[in-house]
């Protein structure tokens, strides 16, 4: 009878600590701000509004500049949406500052692609403007990328990279939105 109490308390000892779930060190993880969900929410806003853009695209020296209506406003924002500050891999590794309006995440680890994220608010604490840099270096190249967005006035994508054996070449697309 012993036994049989000891064989059912260590079998209900394994089986609840298998079901619980591990603890967690400290407190739960704090959210940053969910840059996805701002341009999702601003890919639709744009793509109803469909305003006229003027936008100039630059690889190396050759450039050209049109007027034009975007007619897939996902594609164009995409390297924005892309910037997540809740990806698992940039946890614990984000210095947080806020001043004057201005939020900024930096991070100093060369493990990571995102260098730095600043983003600006309006009065009325909506954001209005992002500054996003990143960094990608390993054996065979480095690039260097720089988005900028300004609701309703400018966006742009400026990316500088070099790659072993084919040289360094340069893009920019900026455009600014037509009242």
Known sequence: MFYGAVTASAVAALFFSCSTPPPTSGAAKEKQFDIPHFFKQEIARLEKTNPLVKKTVTKDSLSETKDLKISNWSNELASFATVDLNKPVYAGLLQKDSVNG????????????LSSVEISFAPDKSPKGFIIRRTIK??????????????????????????????DKHYNISASFLR
């Open 138 to 167: 390993n054996s065979l190249y480095q690039t260097t990328e720089t988005l900028e967005y300004q609701r309703d006035s400018i966006y742009s994508l400026q990316k500088d990279q070099s790659v072993l054996l084919l040289g």
């Open 102 to 113: 201005k939020l900024t995440f930096t991070a100093d680890d060369p493990k990571v692609d």
